[in-house]
C-alpha cells in the first residue's frame, strides 16, 4: 500500500510532454451523400458545413467544449485541401498536465 502511494505520487509529479494530435475533418458534400440544405453541404463553406462549422461540426463543437479553448485559427491558402488549422488547448484532468490538439511543424 504505501509502494503503491509512493508511485501514483512520483507519477502525479512527474512533468509531462503535451499530447499532440493531427486531425483531418472530411467535410460534407452534397455531391455525395445528402447533407443538407444550403452550407451544410458546401465542402468550402467553413462556417455552414456539416462536419465542421455546424452545430454539432468539429470546430464549432470543440471551440464550444468544456475545457477546450481555441489558440490560434488560420485559413489555409486558396484552393488548397486545407482549409483552415485549427489550434486547440484542453484543460486535462488534475495533475496530467496541458494537452494540446495542433497541426504539425513545419
Known amino acids: ?49 456539416l462536419y465542421w462549422g455546424a452545430a454539432y461540426g468539429a470546430e464549432r463543437f470543440l471551440a464550444r467544449a468544456p475545457g477546450f479553448r481555441v489558440r490560434s485559427r488560420h485559413d489555409g491558402p486558396p484552393n488548397s485541401a486545407v482549409l483552415r488549422e485549427l489550434v486547440l488547448e484542453r484543460a486535462s484532468p488534475r495533475a496530467a498536465g496541458t494537452v494540446f490538439a495542433k497541426p504539425p511543424r513545419r
Do not use: K
Open 1 to 49: 500500500m504505501v509502494i503503491t502511494l509512493g508511485l501514483l505520487g512520483l507519477l502525479a509529479a512527474a512533468p509531462t510532454e503535451p499530447l499532440e494530435l493531427e486531425v483531418f475533418v472530411p467535410l460534407c458534400d452534397n455531391a455525395q451523400i445528402a447533407c443538407g440544405r444550403g452550407g451544410a453541404g458546401d465542402p468550402r463553406s467553413l462556417t455552414a458545413n
